[in-house]
């Protein structure tokens, strides 16, 4: 399995200020995903980003709130744009090395983001 | 809408004995599912799969279950260890999304 390197692993930011998580990654992978998981919710999918093409986003989630970028195989950042108290969250990349190894995801250590 | 649902926010179980953490799915494409456990302050880490062509996957102290029928899966921890006290999201998939449970916290009591 892979190596993510996730950072920061906290912040708290001001309401109207943007922040963005940067994730590495210690081989090259296709696909990289951006996870939230909200107080007391599920982990959700908010986008798929892939290197050399635009990101695809879930519903819910779009490009101006949380503007992703994929410059090659190995790192991908996200950035939560214009923050406000209901983007406190826990932010999480992710890589999939594939079902057929028997493997899911592996995650990043996340970044717990609260905004106040 | 939450097509897969951990019932059960908590459960407590007492050194050595059996850990039963269960999961419910309702789409019936689904045909993979996935344990991660999650430390705090730690990101998920996989735990043990199931593809849909099975009904059980052991590993070491860690099998899960699949009745498609019910739609339900569930993790055995046999036997239970104060270091299995974690956060378990159970997660199905019927493509490249999976999706999670809310997850159950387990704690371990020595």
């Known amino acids: 399995s892979a190596v993510i390197s996730q950072k920061p692993s906290r912040d708290i930011c001001q309401r109207g200020t943007s922040l963005t998580i940067q994730c590495q990654v210690d081989?090259?992978?296709?696909?990289m995903f951006w996870y939230r998981q909200q107080p007391g919710q599920s982990l959700t999918l908010i986008a798929t980003?892939?290197?050399?093409?635009?990101?695809?986003?879930e519903s819910g989630f779009v490009i101006d709130k949380f503007p992703i970028s994929r410059p090659n195989l190995t790192f991908s950042t996200l950035t939560v744009s214009n923050m406000s108290p209901e983007d406190s969250s826990i932010y999480l990349c992710?890589?999939?090395?594939?079902?057929?190894?028997?493997?899911?995801?592996?995650f990043g250590s996340g970044t717990r983001l609260t905004v106040v | 809408d939450q097509q897969v649902k951990q019932n059960s926010p908590s459960l407590s179980v007492q050194e050595g004995r059996i850990s039963i953490l269960n999961c419910d799915y309702t789409n019936s494409m689904f045909d993979y599912f996935l344990w991660y456990k999650k430390y705090p302050a730690e990101g998920p880490t996989f735990l043990i799969s199931i593809s849909s062509i099975k009904d059980k996957n052991e590993d070491g102290r860690f099998t899960v279950f699949l009745n498609k029928s019910a739609k339900h899966l569930s993790l055995h921890i046999v036997p239970s260890q104060p270091g299995d006290s974690a956060v378990y999201f159970c997660a199905a998939s019927g493509g490249n999304q999976f999706y999670f449970g809310t997850g159950t916290s387990l704690t371990v009591i020595p």
């Open positions: 980003a892939n290197q050399g093409s635009e990101a695809t986003y």
């Open positions: 081989s090259q992978v296709t696909m």
């Open positions: 992710s890589v999939d090395f594939g079902r057929a190894l028997g493997y899911g995801y592996t």
